[in-house]
């Protein structure tokens, strides 16, 4: 790789760090105005045009809140529990591909933070890890709510991984590859009819979806801080801006839970008719064929950007509706249903792939 | 070099705080930290693989589980039971003999050169690994599986509520 376009590279990786945040800013936002509808009220609407400023509001009320900290806690794992999970949320986001490629005469930029041919696994392992924040701003607190929200998240996120992990194997048979951007690549070929993988997955994407509720602890899932219950959970104690952090990272952790389902199941940045338009653009319209290729990359980004929004949208929904589960029946699901699903669902797709309904993947990029 | 130095002191120095510190939940973090530096080192030797599922395997999920149980059994400093003298000199002169005997073994090792011409850089990608693993030794891999299938289907039978059990 030249310098040149490590360079272009290093750019892309800061503005997938400033996305990830600015998502994450507004996702607070977004919460309230779907709350709001949902529940026919008016919501946030004060600061700015339609409320827009709220954020930054928000962001001065936490910066200008007192600092507390708890008697009897451990101070340092107490500042570094909400770091931890700030960390955690940011860093799967670098090997998710938003777009494919630019192309500026012999400069090529990938849209994608780094391409490494394990990048499911690297986001696997990196989720796996987000519940270190949690559990140990839980632990440090020294208050007992906070310590049970704290064991309720790592017991949760355990079991959850494990059906999230056997939903990615049967999309894993299929695509022969862990690579992200070759995974939606795979999902539309030139020249011919080729469906997302949410058609060959759709029992996959269903406990996929499931396990991505779970592991960002949202409702339904959100038993390591349900409030009827242990207050606020893990950060009970917490206030002021380390409060903000375990707030913001929750919001990137389902922003990237979002791109990754956008990108695994619903064919990332490719969108219907993309090397139609591609050719149509450079044959009929006097594109040159880098200018093309450049509009269509922008587009695929759009579309990917847009599956990422109904995602969020859909998280939130879901939030607003349906009631939190009891411990008991999360664990229920998880190891008595949707373990068992999966294993059947990697069973079917082997069944799937070796009588040829699924056909056989090419490498055609 | 300076990159390996760098991480090997790392590696040396959280492993060296996950025996020395005091409080169990900080030698649960130092541990994880030295997980991480040993994934980086499997990525300098460009298995990419294992060093993504040591930190699945070992930093997020069964630390996870070593977290959970010190944080339960909430062990510290006046909890812990105090050992008789003779089990600590014991334990002193059996550690120190072990290292006697890896820095005899070991301290005249040379390391080997590799032939530029036919090293394979690719030898520990993904790709690579699951033919010699499918290939090669498909029979204990197998049999590796079953029995991890077999095992998550115990908890599974484990945790299954039984017809007439309280539902508390």
Redesign the interface.
């Known amino acids: 790789m030249s310098l040149e376009s490590l360079g272009w590279q290093g750019l892309v990786v800061l503005v997938v760090f400033g996305i990830s945040l600015l998502i994450a800013t507004y996702c607070t936002y977004a919460e309230r105005v779907i709350a709001a509808f949902l529940q026919d009220r008016v919501g946030p609407d004060r600061a700015g045009p339609w409320g827009l400023a709220q954020p930054l509001a928000d962001a001065v009320k936490l910066f200008t809140k007192e600092e507390f900290f708890p008697s009897g806690a451990?101070k340092a794992?107490f500042i570094f529990g909400p770091c931890l999970a700030m960390i955690t949320a940011l860093m799967s986001s670098a090997v998710i591909p938003f777009g494919s490629f630019l192309k500026f005469g012999e400069t090529v930029v990938h849209l994608q933070g780094i391409e490494?041919?394990?990048g499911m696994?690297?986001v696997?392992?990196i989720v796996?890890?987000g519940?270190?924040g949690i559990?140990?701003g839980g632990?440090a607190s020294n208050n007992k709510f906070s310590?049970l929200g704290?064991?309720r998240a790592?017991?949760q996120?355990?079991s959850y991984?494990?059906a999230m992990g056997l939903s990615l194997i049967a999309v894993l048979m299929m695509s022969g590859?862990?690579s992200l951007r070759d995974i939606t690549l795979q999902q539309s070929v030139p020249g011919e009819w080729h469906f997302w993988n949410i058609v060959k997955q759709p029992l996959g994407f269903l406990i996929f979806i499931v396990c991505a509720f779970a592991e960002t602890n949202r409702t339904p899932f959100d038993l390591p801080e349900c409030e009827t219950e242990l207050v606020g959970g893990y950060h009970t104690e917490y206030s002021s801006m380390k409060m903000g952090l375990y707030l913001f990272a929750e919001y990137v952790n389902v922003f990237v839970a979002s791109a990754v389902m956008s990108v695994i199941y619903f064919g990332g940045f490719n969108f219907p008719f993309q090397y139609e338009l591609r050719e149509w653009l450079s044959a009929s319209r006097g594109f040159s064929a880098d200018a093309a290729q450049n509009v269509v990359a922008i587009l695929g980004v759009v579309a990917v950007f847009a599956k990422i929004f109904s995602f969020i949208f859909f998280f939130m929904w879901v939030r607003w509706t349906l009631p939190r589960f009891r411990y008991?029946q999360l664990?229920?699901l998880g190891?008595?249903i949707l373990?068992?699903l999966a294993?059947f669902n990697i069973l079917l797709t082997g069944g799937l792939i070796t009588a040829g309904v699924i056909p056989e993947i090419k490498q055609w990029w | 070099m300076s990159l390996f130095l760098f991480l090997a002191f790392v590696a040396l120095l959280s492993a060296l705080g996950v025996v020395l510190a005091k409080n169990p939940v900080h030698s649960v973090l130092f541990l994880i930290l030295t997980f991480f530096t040993l994934s980086a080192h499997y990525l300098m030797l460009n298995a990419q693989f294992l060093a993504a599922v040591n930190i699945i395997v070992y930093a997020g999920a069964i630390m996870v589980l070593f977290l959970f149980v010190i944080m339960f059994l909430n062990l510290n400093e006046d909890t812990e039971p105090h050992k008789p003298a003779l089990a600590k000199i014991a334990a002193t002169i059996a550690g120190g003999s072990l290292l006697l005997i890896m820095v005899a073994a070991l301290h005249k090792v040379q390391p080997t050169g590799y032939n530029a011409d036919t090293f394979d850089s690719q030898v520990g990608m993904v790709d690579r690994l699951g033919l010699v693993l499918f290939k090669q030794y498909s029979l204990p891999f197998e049999l590796a599986s079953i029995l991890l299938l077999a095992a998550m289907v115990g908890s599974v039978m484990l945790g299954k509520r039984e017809t007439g059990e309280r539902n508390f």
């Open positions: 451990n794992l490494i041919n394990v696994l690297y696997f392992g796996s890890l519940v270190y559990m140990i632990w310590l704290a064991i790592a017991s996120s355990i991984e494990l590859s862990l008991d664990m229920r190891w008595t373990i068992p294993i």
